[in-house]
């Protein structure tokens, strides 16, 4: 498949799984949009490798295996694998790959995160808990850095397009931890919260397959739904780290591209926001997938606006010194 044909298909990927996503980052420049697709694209594969339950866990090891092979392929001219035949976004991905020089680690990384579900283990405290989400997630900043960096970026640059990674991941635990429990049977949740807060698996099996009888799940809104006070507690004390990563985050934008600023502050503002959802939605992230609306989404303009506008100001103001 030609260049060009590749890039299509990547672009395709993102805007059918990620159209949020799309839509922001689609308003950057040209080359560096379709280099995102191409990240994007891999990401998805690498995901839904893991997720396709229709395949034996041997099977999706092994394929995670052969795309680790294609993959340090790439890096190794004496090396090249055939596999890479059968995704039509690959061609795209490898010349991002060559041309922003995408780290070999973070690729790796996200491929090991992948594994890391597959074979999962419980997690046990939250140091085991950022290693989880610096692989599955942190590695996608590390992926999209060299598209995103501005002028003023320094050392801890990378640290930070990471850093937003596992806000968003940790966003994504608390969001769905019914949903994790019935079709994964997985619970994120460090234990090391669990007995804080004396919240048992048992406890969160029951909050995840309540409902009214004959009605599917996510299919309905409950608006007495009521979890105990000790699980709110944990809850937020695993949300207060979330945003931890997210206020991190927040104090580095001045290291992005001016076109990349809107799209990344936008993206953070607006996947934080899924958290206030929970909230309004009386903890219930056991049956019910809370999001931010579109009509949510237009108000937080006003706060994502304020934040690239004082960026700006602040660094306007530091070239006139």
């Excluded at 007495?224 to 006070?229: G, H, M, T, Y």
Aim: hydrophobic residues 40%; glycine residues 2%.
């Amino acid at each position: 498949m030609n260049l060009e044909a590749s890039y299509r298909a990547a672009k395709k990927v993102m805007r059918k799984n990620a159209s949020s996503f799309y839509a922001a980052f689609e308003k950057i420049e040209r080359a560096k949009f379709l280099d995102i697709a191409a990240v994007y694209a891999f990401c998805r594969y690498a995901d839904d490798l893991a997720d396709t339950e229709s395949q034996s866990k041997a099977m999706r090891l092994q394929l995670l295996n052969l795309l680790e092979e294609d993959v340090k392929s790439l890096y190794n001219s004496s090396s090249q694998s055939e596999n890479y035949e059968k995704y039509a976004w690959w061609t795209a991905f490898e010349n991002t790959i060559r041309i922003r020089k995408i780290p070999l680690e973070a690729l790796l990384g996200q491929i090991d995160g992948q594994r890391s579900d597959i074979n999962f283990k419980i997690i046990e405290n939250k140091d085991d808990l950022i290693i989880y989400c610096k692989k599955v997630a942190g590695t996608v900043g590390l992926m999209l850095a060299p598209m995103l960096r501005g002028d003023k970026a320094d050392e801890r640059y990378e640290l930070i397009c990471e850093d937003l990674g596992v806000a968003m991941q940790i966003t994504n635990i608390l969001r769905d931890v019914g949903e994790d429990l019935r079709n994964r049977n997985r619970i994120y949740i460090p234990q090391t919260f669990m007995k804080k807060y004396d919240v048992t698996r048992e406890e969160l099996e029951n909050l995840s397959t309540s409902q009214p009888s004959g009605k599917s799940l996510h299919s309905f809104f409950q608006p007495n739904f009521k979890v105990e006070d000790k699980f709110v507690h944990l809850w937020e004390d695993m949300a207060l780290l979330s945003e931890y990563y997210y206020d991190g985050f927040y104090k580095h934008l001045y290291m992005f591209n001016s076109d990349a600023l809107f799209p990344v502050t936008a993206a953070a503002v607006f996947y934080q926001a899924i958290l206030d959802e929970v909230r309004k939605n009386n903890y219930n992230c056991f049956t019910k997938r809370c999001y931010t609306s579109t009509k949510r989404k237009s108000e937080l303009l006003k706060i994502v606006v304020s934040r690239v506008e004082d960026v700006k100001r602040k660094n306007f103001n530091c070239n006139e010194e």
